[in-house]
């Protein structure tokens, strides 16, 4: 019978290929590393697209391999009954009317922005003037990829037939349709994030860049039919041809589904190259003013989502600067080396002993602001590696606290449990420290395959194998365990939060003004 659903996640560092049965079981995996980005010149962040393509192939062909040595026998593709796409999010990618890319793809950790560019006039530009919001609306001028195409490279801009994100350039390789999910459409794109579709034709966003409606694919919500996988795909992915392609989310919407949260009130925290903090809602909040969520990866909701770019990205950091004995350790036991991490944290007390960290290490971050940048403070001659590792997540554990109570404060609803996933999610002792830091209990769902397994849960909804969202989400996420925060803990760190880390900003701001003058860096 063909009641499973295999989800693809293209992920920054990654690409998984994942079997998933009506019960939210695991059945078989195959994963692929990939080179995140190259970089022909500082600041760039650029990959050919065919790369994560052939990765998907890859990881296909060592899921069936997997599936198909299974100890209580193999599983093959015929019990495949649909398929989901959940990806990076904010990476653009430009093609002609046949889907060949045009140029590498801009990753979305491209810095690169376009000055000089002609401030917006009219009856817009007078309303943002109006609201005081036009750095605001220069920002996303400066950002958005299709203006520095347009003048950077012309050529190629003139031959765009179609230009959207990569899940948008997947889902055509995998349908032969310009179509894609509404809840994929993140970034500089005249998206309409309140009614999930393209903006009105009198809309500011078509005048800050020059998108062109007839580029862009045409949207279908989540759970709904992109359409069937041609023969070309079906043979790359190893299944039927004609297998329905479902349409899912970007790789954190996702995440959120597939740890349960599905409520305002539990956030979903992701340990990935971004960390980030997220809470599902009914209706349409902004937990920064202009700043819009996300559509969710059930219809008819958002995700009011905060993030710190590039947060476990500093753990691996981490590892490669001051990790070499763990690395030597692992390699022998054959372990990944973030397990003997373990003991740098359970030889740390909380609070690292007054080390604290602020996580803004990736220039051009828009919150709290565009001079951020990444601070340690309160080094001592009794600090060692072990406060230092301790220090980095304390600091994104902080940092995405700040955006939870943002988040309540727009919203009225409070927090009261954290469901958290991603790779980093593995750490027992990390999950502890984050329900230490924010004072309420944290969950782990069975699998730390959450983006895949909620991409999986948007395809048994859209089949029509789970009824609705509560009842998809009952029958195919169970809790790991739960982790209560000790008290003692949660003293010291509320009040390094209110005492210390919370004024950091505001203090360091013109420092951190001052070296931008000075040295560039993070570009304006």
Known sequence: MADHALAIDVGTQSVRAILFDPAGSLVAMGRVPI????????GWAEQD???????????CRKLWMAAGALPDGPVGPDRVAGVALTTQRVTIVAADENGAPLRPAIVWLDQRR????KPLGGFWGAAFRALGVRDTLARFQADAEANWIERYEPAVWKRIRRYGVLSSWLTARLTGEWVDSTASQVGYLPFDFKRGQWVSRLDWKWQVAPFDKATLPRLVPPTGLLGGLTADAAAHLGVAEGTPLIAA????????????AVEPDVAALSFGTTASLGTTHRRYVEAIPLVPPYPAAIPGSWFVELQVLRGFWMVEWFKREFGTAEITRAAGLDVPPEALFEELLLASPPGSMGLMLQPYWM???RYPGPEAKGAVIGFGDAHGRAHVYRAILEGLAYALREGAERTVRRSKVPIRELRISGGGSQSRAAVQLFADVFGLPASRPHTHEAAGLGAAIDVMLGLGIHA???DAVAAMVRMLDRFEPDPAANRTYEDLYRSVYLPMYDRLKPLYREIRRITGYPPT
Do not use: M, N, R
């Not at 080179?35 to 500082?42: A, K, L």
């Not at 697209?49 to 990881?59: F, L, Q, T």
């Not at 376009?114 to 560019?117: F, I, R, V």
């Open 49 to 59: 697209p065919e790369v994560w393509w052939i990765a998907i192939g890859e990881a």
């Open 468 to 470: 609705d969202p509560v």
């Open 35 to 42: 080179e995140p980005y190259v970089s022909p010149q500082p």
């Open 114 to 117: 376009t000055e000089g560019l």
């Open 249 to 260: 989310a970007g790789d954190k919407q996702c995440e959120a589904l597939g740890s349960g």
């Open 363 to 365: 220039p051009g971050v």
